[in-house]
């Protein structure tokens, strides 16, 4: 079997950043939250599709757009973290919307925007 993974990461423009909402002990030894770089600058691909109603009429304009990131399938990334991805001069802000999909030599994850921690 060959291994894609190489050739696959080559085609991967993007980075990513992945940051977790880690929770820790205070001076006062309050229970408080703060956000933790737990990856930084890891290669990725972000997709983007849009997905158009079956029936569209003058009043039902219902247009969504997936985002997809593309990304090592070693990589963790544990659900709510909060992913940033660079590509150019551009920022995306999302997080993890649900299980990723594993392959031998990649993962998918979908992702929605990001609009602050729970």
Known sequence: MVNTKPILK?????????????EYQGDDKSTEFKEV????NEPCKLSFKLDYPV????????I?????LFIDNAVKVRAGSK?????????????????PAFFSSHQEIILVPFRGWA
């Open 10 to 22: 080559r085609l991967w423009r993007d980075t990513c950043t992945i940051t977790e909402y880690q």
């Open 37 to 40: 770089v737990v990856l930084e």
């Open 55 to 62: 029936i569209q009429t003058d009043t039902t304009a219902n």
């Open 64 to 68: 969504t757009q997936q985002v997809k």
């Open 83 to 99: 992913i940033t991805v660079q590509r150019e001069n551009e920022m995306f802000n999302y997080k993890q919307s649900g299980e």
